[in-house]
Antibody, heavy 120, light 109 residues
Framework: QVTLRESGPALVKPTQTLTLTCTFS??????????VTWIRQPPGKALEWLAR???????FYSTSLKTRLTISKDTSKNQVVLTMTNMDPVDTATYYC????????????WGQGTLVTVSS | SYVLTQPPSVSVAPGQTARITCGGH??????LHWYQQKPGQAPVLVVH???ARPSGIPERFSGSSSGNTATLTISRAEAGDEAAYYC????????????FGGGTKLTVL
């Protein structure tokens, strides 16, 4: 059974760096074809893809946010970490991690999401 | 960059058929996926690779695609189908972005 769970601060101040952790089970990121992505959703708005990390440590970022994002993995802990620098109130959103099914390009399992509010 | 266009809202009477469209250039040749998101919940994959259903998704959910338009069809709509629906493709070029449509709110009247 594949599960993912996001964790991190619920509140960050403007200009601070956000660090989110995705802890997963039911698959290994050292297995060929396995990938984890991060997606966010501002309140009442659409989904927005942020970043992806693959089993071979390839990393991909949203063009509009790539200067602020870093994604990494700890295969031994079954965790993926996303950091986003210089947080702004417009970054207030629910942040999701999801498993990316490489062959089809779809997100077949999602975490429950974690709401991050950016406010002073 | 690639853009997916969805109508903001669609309404359907219980028991009738709802059709939610997703427009994009030559979308018929892309792997197109659909997600259902109920309020306060994470999205759930309901159709992948245009017309395949994950385990546990009712046969009432089906997908199709042709030319520049993909369609998610929900037959015999139920109150429990009321949700936002998002289409998604993966652009395997350059930064490999995952691209979502703007979402369609389905109301079952």
């Amino acid at each position: 059974q594949v599960t993912l769970r996001e964790s991190g601060p619920a509140l960050v101040k403007p200009t601070q760096t956000l660090t989110l952790t995705c802890t997963f089970s039911g698959f290994s990121l050292s297995t060929s074809g396995m990938c984890v992505t991060w997606i966010r959703q501002p309140p009442g708005k659409a989904l927005e893809w942020l970043a992806r990390i693959d089993w071979d440590d390839d990393k991909f970022y949203s063009t509009s946010l790539k200067t602020r994002l870093t994604i990494s993995k700890d295969t031994s802990k079954n965790q993926v970490v996303l950091t986003m620098t210089n947080m702004d109130p417009v970054d207030t959103a629910t942040y999701y991690c999801a498993r990316f099914f490489f062959r089809g390009g779809h997100l077949d399992h999602w975490g429950q999401g974690t709401l991050v509010t950016v406010s002073s | 960059s690639y853009v997916l266009t969805q109508p903001p809202s669609v309404s359907v009477a219980p028991g009738q058929t709802a059709r939610i469209t997703c427009g994009g250039h030559n979308i018929g040749i892309k792997n197109l996926h659909w997600y259902q998101q109920k309020p306060g919940q994470a999205p759930v994959l309901v159709v992948h690779d245009e017309r395949a259903r994950p385990s546990g998704i009712p046969e009432r959910f089906s997908g199709s695609s042709s030319g520049n338009t993909a369609t998610l069809t929900i037959s015999r709509a139920e109150a429990g189908d009321e949700a936002a629906y998002y289409c998604q493709v993966w652009d395997s070029s350059s930064d490999h972005p995952v691209i979502f449509g703007g979402g369609t709110k389905l109301t079952v009247l």
